[in-house]
């Protein structure tokens, strides 16, 4: 025994286990894109000639570069001045007939200073980015700067190309314009940092592959799984128009028990409950409350028990109780277990009179088998709805889902009762009948009330005993 | 069938009570009913549904949550403008587009950056939703950058406008008074209707509920979501089926969604469910024990579903949520030595310290009459000592009526809600007070609602003592004339118009 209740808990392990090494979580090994870079060879800003900028102003553009480092952003800073004007340059290039502006000058000195200097978190991972800027020795004010990036640098969180030409445009020449070169510098860093942080990324666009799948998913599985609700909504739907036993005549003697079974739909645990306190009030059973907070219950034979399946019940206790007349322990804990072959032969009894619906078993495993299959294919659709970020199977998934716990709610829920139980159970209820036979109706339909442990410190009694017998606690 | 046979004799209810001290015992000891007996009124099912309909039932409940949703909602909306300015609302509002872009899963906001990292989206999307309602825009303000001050912030556009922000804190208004409600219910399920009405009172008056639901943060959306498990937890306990465990299971993910704390929340329900799945062999048990396994699993799936950011890695991304505010605390820990909590204890001190001399509502009414009677005194708060005693109240029941109980369910989410608080709490900000009001306020009920019961009791039984007493002692003339009647009643003899008494 001990043996099989370790197994199932062992089982889920396993498979929450094996579900977690499954996830990509242990295959992506890229380097986190929100980590420091702080510890990178190549220094923070490097000025040519070495006093272009103070101290302090050296300083500040070391900090600034520090802090986009240490969220990821793999930058450096390199200031170099010119003895004369790149837009002098380009003019004189103009005349041999090619015509480079001044930024594009700036940007292919840039990409040859990052070819140049490894500016990278590691070996070979082309990430680094540069922000070269050129000042010319006559006028600061027509200094120019560029981003130079490394092929895997860029999207990096919320940088793109364009964020960082905004920054160039937007931030740093403005400042460079009134000759406030160290000020321009660290600002666009800033503006880095603050777009690296909080910039909404860049979307990405799906590759061929995706895109094929992508259409795969979107026209094909999602129409699969259109079907499959649709078959899943029929088989239900059928089931619930389906009797075939509904031309029979009702047979009309119906125990108060079998009235409450045909109202549930099923012969439950408020079935048995309600035999069970029936069984109290009348004094066949007694209840012993043990000094160690136990319930204990004593047959008393000599009680007649006029009730067939009451006095099923009493024969199948009598077998459980000892010597002293007295269940108590395994039995007592497991009443409802003790007491189901009783339940499930008064609801085979009420099957073979055609009271309830003898096919409900094998429906209901035909409904669970096809929300299974269809809850399987949503499972399967999972993967290539990620992979190619496909809207539509995620929407397909969400469709299934909803049929399928929708279709499984209504099979747990399902009455059994058939048309002609129906037509019994409206005519028990025409009949008059004594106070006990509606006294064991209502506690069976209406068992919740005595469920209910609301209101104040203590449980009453009654309620004690009814959640005891239904392994619910005490209260 | 008629209910009160079925009232076990019990040992320590001496059987035949026949004198006033005895039947006193007796009833001290015997638990009386608290909801009527089914009643029989005649053979038409139809008319014995409607003698127990659940609206009957709990129509004064329902209309008590109403009017304290209403009083709190009065209270947080007449705070609301008053209430100082923080800049962690902005970040709630900024994001708060992220209930528009829910329909774009696979879109650019639901990417790998510091943002996705930073927060588990549900606190933003309850915003987005709040604002949409009230008809403002989603992405009118910029992200707070706490590196830098109010001109960069400004700069960036991370301050909000006075409209958006008001909205923003209307949203959280209601919040709160939901909060409220939900108070009062899990009160009157733990307790009785008064211990329901001083729990959602004490939440109503309290001073940091009034500042959280007049901010534009998350908290009271975690608070209410914390409040919903407890009384989800009392429901599946009352009556285990999947659909409660599937609830339960869901809005311990959704807490997560909120805050992250609540989605550990299922691991101690897992453990629980494995320990009856140890002690107990009935099938009724097994189910529940599994119900209590699938907690986990249920609770973690609801909260990658909550969060496409999630999806394309589930627990390298969860774990780097964890792991990015478990760093975001230790830099706030660095960046204000005050607030850095060293240990466990230093968190319980802090917790105490707090809402006892910082935010009480009994410290808040205290001062209300010193500065009535014009006391020079600061008051301080007693808020600890009813929570306290309900709390070894709800402990003691938990051992009287069993582990598998609700109560003893609503114990242990509310003992591993504090335990999480206590021993994960790495910095101590105001706004991580908020679930220690929640818990306080159902160990209140507890307390409150208990001593109300014995108080009725109490009450009432020394009225029928009296009463009892006189009728066996009579007035000396009234003696006089009963001397010839045949025998005077038995001492167990109630007249039937007064046995309601």
Not at chain 2, 431 to 443: A, E
């Amino acid at each position: 025994m001990t043996r099989t209740r370790l197994f199932l808990p062992g089982l889920v392990l396993l498979l929450v286990t094996g579900l977690l090494l499954s996830t990509p979580a242990f295959v992506n090994a890229e380097r986190d894109p929100l980590a420091p870079v702080v510890d990178m060879p190549s220094p923070q800003v490097q000025t040519i000639p070495d006093d272009l900028f103070t101290n302090e102003q050296r300083a500040s553009l070391a900090g600034v570069v520090n802090e986009a480092r240490l969220f990821g952003v793999p930058l450096v800073v390199r200031v170099i001045t010119m003895p004369t004007s790149l837009q002098t340059l380009s003019d004189a290039t103009a005349l041999t007939g090619v015509v480079p502006t001044q930024q594009e000058i700036v940007q292919r000195m840039a990409e040859t200073w990052l070819a140049d200097e490894a500016v990278e978190t590691s070996e070979g991972a082309g990430d680094g980015i540069l922000l070269l800027v050129v000042v010319p020795e006559n006028d600061h004010t027509l200094s120019t700067a560029a981003f130079a990036t490394g092929p895997n640098a860029l999207p990096l969180n919320g940088l793109t190309e364009e964020h960082l030409d905004r920054v160039l445009h937007d931030v740093i020449y403005p400042f460079f314009a009134n000759d406030h070169i160290a000020t321009g510098i660290h600002s666009g860093v800033a503006y880095l940092s603050y777009d690296n942080l909080f910039a909404v990324p860049a979307r990405h666009q799906r590759s061929d592959q995706q895109q094929t799948l992508n259409d795969i998913t979107s026209i094909a599985f999602t129409g699969l799984a259109l079907i499959g609700v649709i078959a899943l909504g029929g088989l239900v739907f059928w089931i619930r128009r389906r009797d075939p036993h509904s031309g029979q005549e009702a047979d009309q003697r119906l125990s108060p028990f079998e009235a409450g079974a045909l109202t549930r739909g099923r012969v439950d645990t408020n079935v048995i409950t309600a035999a069970l306190l029936h069984l109290i009030t009348i004094g066949a059973l007694r209840v012993h409350m043990q000094k160690s907070g136990k319930m204990v219950l004593a047959i008393q034979e000599s009680i007649p028990v006029a009730d067939s399946f009451a006095r099923d019940i009493m024969q199948r206790l009598a077998q459980e109780a000892g010597e002293d007349g007295l269940i108590q322990g395994a039995s007592m804990r497991r009443i409802q277990d003790v007491l189901s072959p009783v339940g499930d032969h008064l609801q085979d009894s009420l099957a073979t009179r055609n009271l309830f619906n003898r096919d409900a078993r094998v429906e209901t495993t035909w409904v669970v088998l096809a929300s299974a299959a269809l809850a399987a294919f949503a499972v399967f659709l999972l993967m290539p709805s990620m992979m190619a970020m496909s809207r539509l199977g995620l929407a397909a998934m969400l469709m299934i889902g909803i049929a399928v716990v929708a279709s499984l709610l209504w099979a747990a829920r399902r009455s059994w009762t058939s048309r002609v139980g129906q037509r019994a159970l409206a005519e028990w209820q025409a009949r008059p009948h004594s106070a006990t036979d509606l006294a064991i109706f209502d506690t069976i339909i209406h068992q919740h009330v005595l469920i209910d442990a609301i209101g104040g410190p203590d449980v009453p009694s009654h309620i004690q005993i009814t959640r005891r017998l239904r392994a619910l606690g005490a209260g | 069938m008629n209910l009160a046979k079925l009232t076990p004799p019990s040992p320590r209810v001496p059987r035949k009570a026949s004198k006033p001290s005895a039947r006193w015992k007796a009833f001290r000891h015997h638990a009386r009913p608290t909801i009527n007996p089914v009643a029989l009124r005649g053979r038409n099912i139809e008319e014995r549904e409607r003698v127990l309909t659940r609206r009957d039932r709990f129509l004064p409940d329902i209309l008590l949550a109403l009017l304290f949703f209403a009083i709190s909602l009065g209270v947080n909306l007449e705070a609301l403008p008053s209430t100082p300015t923080h800049p962690d609302e902005t970040r709630w509002l900024n994001r708060s587009y992220y209930a528009r872009d829910l329909i774009d899963p696979f879109g650019p906001t639901w990417q790998d950056y510091v943002t996705t990292r930073g927060q588990p989206p549900l606190g933003s999307i309850v915003m987005g939703i709040g604002l949409a309602i009230q008809g403002k825009p989603l992405d009118s303000v910029g992200v707070w950058d706490f590196a830098y001050g109010r001109d960069w912030n400004e700069r960036m556009g991370a301050i909000p406008t006075e409209d958006i922000r008001l909205a923003g804190r209307r949203t959280n208004a209601v919040i709160g008074a939901l909060v409220v409600a939900s108070a009062f219910v899990l009160g009157r399920l733990l307790t009785n209707r008064v211990g329901g009405s001083l729990a959602a009172l004490f939440v109503t008056f309290h001073p940091l509920h009034i500042i959280l639901s007049t901010q534009a943060l998350s908290d009271q959306t975690l608070a209410l979501l914390l409040m919903l498990i407890f009384i989800t937890g009392w429901g599946f306990a009352k009556r285990p089926t999947w659909t409660r465990a599937i609830l339960l299971g869901i809005l311990l993910g959704l807490g997560g969604s909120v805050k992250l704390t609540p989605l550990l929340l299922s691991i101690p329900l897992a453990g629980f469910g494995m320990l009856r799945l140890l002690v107990d062999r009935d099938r009724a048990a097994r189910d529940y024990a599994f119900m209590l396994l699938a907690q986990p699993a249920i609770a973690f799936a609801t909260f990658v579903a909550s969060y496409p950011y999630l999806w394309p890695s589930p627990i390298r991304r969860t774990w780097d949520l964890y792991a990015f505010r478990a760093s975001e605390m230790s830099d706030q820990s660095a960046a204000w030595p005050s607030t850095a909590v060293t240990s466990p204890l230093d968190a319980l001190g802090r917790f105490g310290g707090y809402l006892t001399h910082t935010h009480s509502t009994s410290a808040r009414f205290i001062q209300l009459i010193f500065d009535r009677l014009g006391i020079d005194r600061v008051a301080s708060g007693y808020d600890f000592i009813p929570a306290a005693a309900g709390m070894i109240l709800l402990l003691w029941w938990v051992c009287r009526f069993g582990f598998w109980t609700p109560r003893a369910m609503v114990a242990l989410l509310m003992g591993a809600e504090a335990a999480t608080l206590i021993l994960g709490m790495k910095t101590d900000f105001y706004r991580y007070h908020l679930p220690i009001i929640v818990i306080m306020s159902g160990c209140i009920a507890v307390s409150i609602g208990a001593g109300w019961t014995a108080l009725v009791r109490l009450t009432m039984h020394r009225q029928s003592l009296l009463t009892s007493l006189r009728r066996h002692r009579p007035h000396p003339a009234t003696r006089r004339q009963s001397t010839s009647s045949s025998a005077s009643p038995s001492p167990d003899y109630v007249p039937q118009r007064e046995a309601s008494q």
